[in-house]
């Protein structure tokens, strides 16, 4: 599978993105199997994994973004998306999608204070 990660940019503290995480070749009963994270590597930082779905639909959060991150997956679009809201700086970093040890380009998020 191709992983590629879109949606960063630059944001205000107190404000949301989506990302996007789009899979290509693969065929649909191959993605909705999948279990798909979302990681994050700021500068100066250990890579963390932020948000994590089943393909079931259980989902997991790190706490740091708990109750701002929502994390879903549209399988007619081959599609993951992690929803942030509340950002802070803390937030700004490299954020990619992986699945199977596998990972796409990232998306650069970057909140200003």
């Known amino acids: 599978v191709q992983l590629q990660a879109s949606g960063g940019g630059l944001v205000q503290a107190g404000g949301s993105l989506r990302l996007s995480c789009k899979v290509s070749?693969?065929?649909?009963?191959?993605?909705?199997?999948?279990?798909m994270d979302w990681y994050r590597q700021a500068p100066g930082k250990q890579r963390e994994l932020v948000a994590s779905?089943?393909?079931?639909?259980?989902?997991n959060y790190a706490d740091s973004v708990r109750g701002r991150f929502t994390i879903s997956k549209d399988n007619n679009k081959k599609t993951v998306y992690l929803q942030m809201n509340s950002l802070n700086p803390d937030d700004t970093g490299l954020y990619y999608c992986?699945?199977?040890?596998?990972r796409g380009q990232g998306t650069l998020v970057t909140v200003s204070s």
């Open positions: 992986s699945t199977n040890d596998q």
């Open positions: 070749r693969a065929i649909l009963s191959t993605f909705i199997g999948l279990d």
């Open positions: 779905i089943t393909a079931t639909g259980s989902r």
